[in-house]
C-alpha cells in the first residue's frame, strides 16, 4: 500500500473533515494526529523526525493510503518526494485562488454581517 494523497494543512483547518471524507472516498485508513495520540511508538518516530534523525515513513504508514493534519503536514515536501505519484494541493494555485476570490473579495467589497 502506498500514499496517495498528502494533506499539507495544519490542525485546526478541517483536517477531520477530510480524513472522513477521504476515507469515504476509499482512501482508508488516513493518517492524522489522532494516530499519534493513539499509538506511542508512532509519537516516538514523529520526535525523531522533527529532530531532523532519519524515518522510515514507508514503515510509519504502512496500512495508509492518505495523511492529512499535524505532524505529517510539517513533512510535506520530504513525502512529495517519496510518494511522487501523490495528489497534493499545490500552494501556489492555492495561494492564486484566495488571492483572487476571497481576499480579492474581502478588499473591495463592504461586508455587511447579520446576526
Known amino acids: ?14 483536517t477531520t473533515s477530510l480524513k472522513t471524507a477521504l476515507e469515504a472516498l476509499g482512501f482508508a485508513k488516513c493518517y492524522h494526529m489522532f494516530d ?8 516516538l518516530i514523529w520526535e525523531q523526525a522533527l529532530d531532523g534523525k532519519s524515518v522510515d515513513w ?22 512529495m518526494h517519496l510518494y511522487p505519484n501523490a ?14 476570490t476571497i481576499y480579492s473579495y474581502s478588499q473591495t467589497k463592504k461586508m455587511e454581517w447579520r446576526v
Open 58 to 79: 514507508q514503515a510509519l504508514f504502512d496500512g495508509y493510503q492518505a495523511t492529512v493534519d499535524w505532524p505529517g503536514c510539517t513533512f510535506y515536501e520530504e513525502l
Open 1 to 14: 500500500m502506498s500514499i496517495h494523497v498528502i494533506g499539507a494543512g495544519f490542525g485546526r483547518t478541517g
Open 36 to 43: 499519534v495520540m493513539a499509538n506511542s511508538k508512532d509519537a
Open 87 to 100: 495528489k497534493i494541493r499545490d500552494p501556489e494555485r492555492w495561494y492564486t485562488s484566495i488571492f483572487h
